[in-house]
């Protein structure tokens, strides 16, 4: 089936969401993360992508190219509220919701640091240095199955 969103499409409608009231703010590191995670677990739970672009296993952790190319000059500062945030229907909206209520929690580098240390950016490096440059597609079905293994253990933890 194929994804009704671009990366851009999520990169903007998690900018449009968080709760910059609160004092929310997101860089271009955890925007990517944000986006990883949501296509992830787009992918484990629904058997569906968000989006139909590769994720690419760089340095600093999974990455979209294009949301690269789009906020490339933002460097580590906090990236702006879009003038407009698209349209996403409700079932994806949710989940949406769902990655940014236990995702947004952490600090980019957390997230980076969780990225790392998850079988699918892994095996996308291999045995590349930790800083060495690569544009690696991580596998979709990896991540199907790794975040889908990870659902259901603890789904079936006791308490």
Do not use: C
Not at 95 to 112: C, H, N, T
Not at 113 to 136: K, Q, V, Y
């Amino acid at each position: 089936m194929r994804a009704k969103y671009t990366a851009t499409d999520i990169a903007y409608w998690f900018l449009g969401a968080i709760d910059r009231d609160a004092g929310d703010a997101v860089t271009h590191l955890k925007l990517q993360k944000l986006i990883y995670y949501a296509q992830a677990w787009s992918l484990a739970r629904r058997n569906v992508p968000l989006f139909d672009e590769e994720l690419q296993a760089w340095a600093h952790g999974p990455v979209a190219e294009s949301v690269f190319q789009e906020f490339r000059g933002s460097s580590w500062d906090a990236l702006p509220a879009p003038k407009t945030v698209p349209s996403i229907a409700e079932v994806d909206e949710s989940q949406l919701r769902d990655i940014l209520d236990v995702y947004g929690e952490y600090s980019a580098k957390q997230l980076e640091r969780m990225t790392h240390s998850e079988a699918p950016w892994l095996r996308a490096r291999g045995d590349i240095s930790p800083e060495a440059r690569s544009n690696t597609v991580i596998d979709k079905g990896l991540m199907a199955q790794f975040y889908r293994d990870l659902y259901d253990r603890a789904e079936n933890e006791p308490g």
